[in-house]
């Protein structure tokens, strides 16, 4: 075989590999961004007490806390008495660093201190993970 089209054949197979990685990577990027957007404020809220989390600032122990929200439109839901899209809110998250992996541990929810400015940081795996054990038991006592 001719050195120049084994060149070609290998140059196309590792382009269609790469684009592979790519959309399986995009792929996984919204499943976990879904996850991410399902910590709506009162469940972060029930995850704080759950953990007996400081209600005041570390830093000044003021009690004027905030946690930073988001917003996305919803195209297919209508407030039955508005009219309005429904608009599903959930907790913001951040990237941890540079980090270039993408799992649950390289985000976090934080808690801003009005104040002072003090953040506080909860590692988004931690409060995923809670809010999964909280759905299960839920389930299991209506299952009965």
């Known amino acids: 075989m001719d050195e120049k089209l084994v ?8 382009k269609k ?24 404020t ?19 122990g003021s009690v004027k806390l905030r946690v930073p929200e988001r917003g996305i439109i919803s195209r297919d839901e209508v407030d039955g008495e508005t009219g309005e899209p429904v608009i599903h809110r959930y907790v913001k998250f951040y990237k941890l660093g ?4 993408n799992t649950l541990s390289d985000y976090e929810y934080r808690v801003i201190c009005l104040n002072c400015g003090h953040t506080s940081l909860y ?3 931690n409060v995923v993970r809670w809010h999964e ?10 299952a009965e």
Do not use: M, P, V
């Not at 400081?54 to 000044?60: F, M, T």
């Not at 054990?133 to 209506?142: M, P, V």
């Open 123 to 125: 590692r988004s795996r």
């Open 17 to 40: 590999e790469n684009h592979k990685k790519e959309r399986a990577n995009k792929e996984a990027q919204k499943k976990l961004e879904k996850t991410l957007k399902e910590i709506t």
């Open 42 to 60: 009162e469940i972060f809220a029930s995850f704080l007490l759950a953990k007996n989390a400081s209600r005041h600032c570390l830093s000044c």
């Open 98 to 101: 540079q980090s270039t992996r």
């Open 133 to 142: 054990q909280q759905k299960r038991a839920i389930q299991g006592d209506n």
């Open 7 to 14: 060149e070609q054949a290998l140059e196309a197979y590792l």
